[in-house]
């Protein structure tokens, strides 16, 4: 089973819209969650991390972690062509500094 | 901060040759991991380094596959002899708080081996 699991898309949006993004992962001892915009022939790079449940906000994007159901989700709001791009799910485990990652969504945004 | 700097971008050689890749992480930071990134497996850790020790290496592949980290400042992935197989994209990242703040990754370099 693999340790972090996403939809792989591709998840195809209007622009100015929302688009949201799941991801879940199988072991409960994780306890810091990362997400990671790739572009095309580019490298990961850290939009936003979350270690509690609930809600986390920045801009237009959004967090949200529920542990109970070992699930972490991240909202796009008013999409734009610029967000286009492969989102990473990332999970670290208690103890351990070594980040899984999911095999990414690739969202794209039409104008 | 010039962020995490790799080199070669681009590496091109015959199987069966040695392939060195370099990193140098962000300063002060104390992690350095290296991944390689196909479209088949994603994202796989290949090694990480605390305080320029080895601490997981269970990612490495093969033998054919060493990483080394003399110093705070630089660190090496070798492959000897390379295989076509071993084509990706290998990245390197740095972090100063182990993961709990996330990696900052370099840009990567794009390995193929024919």
């Known amino acids: 089973q693999k340790e972090v699991e996403q939809n792989s898309g591709p998840l195809s949006v209007p622009e100015g819209a929302i688009a949201s993004l799941n991801c879940t992962y199988s072991d409960r001892g994780s306890q810091s969650f990362f997400w990671y915009r790739q572009y095309s022939g580019k490298s990961p790079e850290l939009i936003m991390f979350?270690?509690?449940?609930g809600d986390k906000e920045d801009g237009r994007f959004t967090a949200q972690l529920n542990k109970a159901s070992q699930y972490v989700s991240l909202l796009i709001r008013d999409s734009q062509p610029s967000d286009s791009a492969t989102y990473l799910c990332?999970?670290?485990?208690?103890?351990?500094?070594?980040?899984?990652f999911g095999a990414g969504t690739t969202v794209t945004v039409r104008a | 901060d010039a962020g995490v700097i790799q080199s070669p971008r681009h590496e091109v050689t015959e199987m069966g040759q040695e392939v060195t890749l370099r990193c140098k992480p962000i300063?002060?930071?104390?992690?350095l991991f290296w991944y390689r990134q196909t479209m088949m497996r994603g994202l796989e850790l290949l090694i990480y380094?605390?305080?320029?020790?080895?601490?997981?290496d269970s990612g490495m592949p093969e033998d054919r596959f060493s990483a080394k980290m003399p110093n705070a400042s630089f660190s090496t992935l070798k492959i000897q002899p390379s295989e076509p197989r071993d084509s990706a994209v290998y990245f390197c990242?740095?972090?100063?708080?182990?993961?709990?703040?996330?990696?900052?990754f370099g840009s990567g370099t794009r390995l193929t081996v024919v």
């Open positions: 990332a999970v670290n485990t208690l103890g351990d500094y070594k980040l899984s």
């Open positions: 990242a740095s972090s100063g708080q182990g993961s709990n703040y996330g990696y900052t």
């Open positions: 380094f605390n305080n320029n020790v080895p601490i997981d």
């Open positions: 979350i270690y509690s449940n």
């Open positions: 300063s002060g930071h104390d992690y």
